[in-house]
């Protein structure tokens, strides 16, 4: 379990996020025919698998529940408190309204309060940011999935003191498992007959990505079963998750794509120590967006060279990540006497 290669794996994943948002929002037409190479979903989706072998890791290893959710919430509440208050700050620079507008506006209040409590979906935009045409207003789109974490997380010891009765665990694994797909695939049914969006946006929530931390999970309690045959279970793993892209279907993927991410995360002992100078995977996931539409709204790319200004972005995200981690994310970890990030 120590000698993997985890953080390596979540970097490369937000990296692959960043550049997926950073092609996507720029709308830069020689960047276009790159954007099927970094698929932001299938990178979320990497996330869930992973974090549902390190999560139970985490809650099975911790003494007590209050320490359990001192490590998480030090973990995740820091950094992702900073980015929703600073960027409401930052942006009344940008905000077509006055200070005073701005400040006193109830839209802010009701961002501040929806985006603090991991319901960005009630209010993502700031008011008078980001109205440049072909651009959308809401200022950080990558902040949904923590909700959906943030949800799994409070779930967990409950999923896990059930799974711990069973004798069989796979059985009750693979009923979450099929119970999560078909939660998923009946939602986005019923949002395609009936033209309501509010099905798709309930098909992404916890119960429709479950599938995918039910594999991480799995994998924790089998991992042993899994190491000893991971050279076979990788070559059905790939030619399952080729099938089903082939097909567009999301049956079998999360079984899939958990053999292949877990495959590698066990492979490769060069990358073990990957993070020694910083873990900032979840740094350059959560400030992003915010980067990439400023750049985008102030017309850095019609006014420069865009390879030069989505370079500089890029770097720009690295560098806040890696501050973000030395001067906040660390030291809150620190107190929980728990830098390894589980």
Known sequence: MKQNN??????????????????????????????????????VTAFFCIS????????????????????????LLPAYIFVVIISSLFLSLLSRYSFADYFTHPQLFKYLGANLSFLNFIQPCLPGVFLRDGLSCDVNGALWTLKIEVSFYLTIPILLYVISKVRRKYIL???????SVLYKYSLEHLSEITGNGLYL????????????????????????????NKKWLLILGFLVYVFEVKMGLEILTPVALSIIIFTFAFSFEKLNS???HGDISYGIYIYHCGIIKVAVDLGFFEKYNPIIVALAIIILVILAGFTSWHLLEKRFLKKTHSIRIE
């Not at 992404?204 to 079963?225: V, W």
């Open 6 to 43: 985890f953080n390596f794996l979540r970097f490369y994943f937000a990296f692959i996020v960043v550049v997926g948002h950073l092609i996507g929002i720029s709308k830069v037409g020689i960047f276009q025919p790159y954007l099927k190479y970094f698929n932001t979903y299938i990178s």
């Open 52 to 75: 549902g072998f390190l999560i139970t890791n985490s809650y099975l290893n911790t003494s007590s529940l209050k320490n359990y959710l001192k490590k998480r919430a030090a973990r």
């Open 173 to 179: 694994l693979i009923a979450i498992y099929l119970l």
């Open 274 to 276: 990957f993070a020694k």
């Open 201 to 228: 946006m309930l098909s992404r929530q916890l119960p429709g990505f479950l599938s995918y931390f039910a594999c991480g999970i799995a994998l924790y309690y089998y991992q042993e079963f899994f190491l000893r």
